[in-house]
């Protein structure tokens, strides 16, 4: 069965680290970008950070540029999303979405399959 599952989320200390990870399964992740948004409770998903299956282009949101980067390790059909300097706000549910094409904006009807999600809560 194709699926993207999420890991890495957790309890962190404002100021620290974490790592997410987004394994897909069933499609070889190199031929699709892959981006990843959060959820905060009672907000709207929003669009964090995106990776070009063909050049490795990245774009990110304001609020996470130079704070946050993505990348992807085909060999392991996997993308990861390095989190420093956390802060209470970045207190989310993160989620790893695909594009069959190579969209990588913010806009999130152009990912066409979901993760289930993965909850980080930077405690302040």
């Known amino acids: 069965q194709e699926q993207l599952v999420e890991s890495g989320g957790g309890l962190v200390q404002a100021g620290g680290s974490l790592r997410l990870s987004c394994a897909a399964s069933?499609?070889?992740?190199?031929?699709?970008?892959m981006a990843w948004f959060r959820q905060a409770q009672g907000k709207e998903r929003e669009f964090v950070a995106a990776i070009s299956r063909r050049n490795g282009n990245t774009n990110y949101a304001k609020s996470v540029k130079g704070r946050f980067t993505i990348s992807r390790d085909n060999a392991k059909n996997t993308v990861y999303l390095q989190m420093n300097s956390l802060k209470s706000e970045d207190t989310a549910v993160y989620f790893c979405?695909?594009?069959?094409?190579?969209?990588?904006?913010?806009?999130?009807?152009?990912?066409?399959?979901w993760g289930q999600g993965t909850q980080v809560t930077v405690s302040s």
């Open positions: 979405a695909q594009d069959f094409g190579d969209y990588i904006g913010s806009d999130r009807s152009g990912y066409e399959r």
């Open positions: 069933g499609r070889t992740a190199s031929n699709y970008a």
